[in-house]
T-cell receptor, first 118, second 111 residues
Framework: GAVVSQHPSRVICKSGTSVKIECRSL??????MFWYRQFPKQSLMLMAT?????????EQGVEKDKFLINHASLTLSTLTVTSAHPEDSSFYIC??????????????FGDGTRLSIL | LAKTTQPISMDSYEGQEVNITCSHN???????ITWYQQFPSQGPRFIIQ???TKVTNEVASLFIPADRKSSTLSLPRVSLSDTAVYYC????????????FGSGTKLNVKP
């Protein structure tokens, strides 16, 4: 089945550090990937849509200069949390869809990255 | 975008059949219904997807009435390992539509 890999799975760093999270589709190509954030005991919140070869589109209230997204290839999207602060601590999850575009292809999710800012 | 409503939590016992219902009153003509399972500190895992009537796979069944304003995920003979949060999502299966997650249903399976 379709596999989406995230790296790293856990990051602990000091306030002010920038952190990069990678999302890879291992056995399919993805024109579009999505980034979510999930706080403890809450649901997933969509942050942005990552489009291969073009700018990401951000959801309302998500700072694009804070959360930089790059989708340079059909199998890799990266999310960089710039100058991270404790309030950015969260569980970040990506998802991807096979670019084949067969009707009703589901999104496949990575296993998330736990970001802890001290 | 269609909004979904699910019960916040459900309790069950091992070996029972569990039915989780999701309401999506403003589902659009092109929207498919997709269910995901999420364990703590993991990403959601695809369970099943359907458009109308009934869909069955090796782990679950999905029942969708004719008006498509609701759907029911049926898990046969649950085990302790089925304790998780279950999310119902609706979206356009053609245009890479974004998913907006609702609260999900926390299923607690007891021995």
């Amino acid at each position: 089945g379709a596999v989406v890999s995230q790296h790293p799975s856990r990051v602990i760093c000091k306030s002010g550090t920038s952190v990069k999270i990678e999302c890879r589709s291992l056995d399919f190509q993805a024109t579009t990937m999505f980034w979510y954030r999930q706080f403890p005991k809450q649901s997933l919140m969509l942050m942005a849509t990552s489009n291969e070869g073009s700018k990401a589109t951000y959801e309302q209230g998500v700072e694009k200069d804070k959360f930089l997204i790059n989708h340079a290839s059909l199998t890799l999207s990266t999310l960089t949390v710039t100058s991270a602060h404790p309030e950015d601590s969260s569980f970040y999850i990506c998802s991807a869809r096979d670019k084949q575009g067969i009707i009703n292809q589901p999104q496949h999710f990575g296993d998330g990255t736990r970001l802890s800012i001290l | 975008l269609a909004k979904t409503t699910q019960p916040i939590s459900m309790d069950s016992y091992e070996g029972q059949e569990v039915n989780i219902t999701c309401s999506h009153n403003n589902i659009a003509t092109n929207d498919y219904i997709t269910w995901y399972q999420q364990f703590p500190s993991q990403g959601p895992r695809f369970i099943i997807q359907g458009y109308k009537t009934k869909v069955t796979n090796e782990v679950a069944s999905l029942f969708i009435p004719a008006d498509r304003k609701s759907s029911t995920l049926s898990l046969p003979r649950v085990s302790l390992s089925d304790t998780a949060v279950y999310y119902c999502l609706v979206g356009d299966g053609v245009s890479f539509n974004k998913f907006y997650f609702g609260s999900g249903t926390k299923l607690n399976v007891k021995p």
